[in-house]
């Protein structure tokens, strides 16, 4: 059976949009997954599912949770190979090695166009660095995330899409929990 993770979008965040991560596990075997493992309070979930895609899987997902959670919850959906790409395809080694907490990949609803990333990537104001992949964006930041000028916000205003982001620490426990 195919093996995917979901990222949620803004939960658990300063006490809005709560969900324990058993509800959420409860919720994902209802809707047919097998085995939902969580990682983290922050909403990323391994699983199994037979024979659905990644963008089928989300809007089920995201329908299931405004229904029965009454929440509306972004879900951003790879398959297991989808994440080894994002692993493998790192193009910011270095700071994977070094200082993996501000290397952020920020998983996408949809591909972003190259105007775009260039138009973010102008407006960036600090040291921090992007590059685009597919799906993904990945950005280093140097100097920390709290402080940067470079935020979820501006980021998805300039891409035109929706975005959730993971440390490169979590990015890689996630990848270690889909192989076992």
Known sequence: MPRFVALLRAINVAGHNLVSM??????????GTSEPRTILQSGNVVF???????????GEFE???????????NYFVRTAAEWQAIVADNPFPEAAEKDPGHLVVMCLKGAAARERVAALQAAIRGRETIAAAGKQLYIVYPDGIGRSKLTGKLIEQHLGILG?????????????????
């Not at 058993?22 to 809707?31: G, H």
């Not at 199994?48 to 989300?58: G, I, Y």
């Not at 405004?66 to 929440?71: F, G, K, S, T, V």
């Open 164 to 180: 959730t982001g993971r440390n490169w620490n979590t990015v890689v426990k996630i990848a270690e929990m889909l192989e076992s």
């Open 63 to 73: 329908q299931a949770s405004r229904a029965r959670l009454q929440l509306e919850i």
């Open 48 to 58: 199994d599912a037979a024979k659905k895609s990644a963008a089928k899987l989300e």
């Open 22 to 31: 058993a509800e959420l596990r409860n919720l994902l075997t209802e809707l």
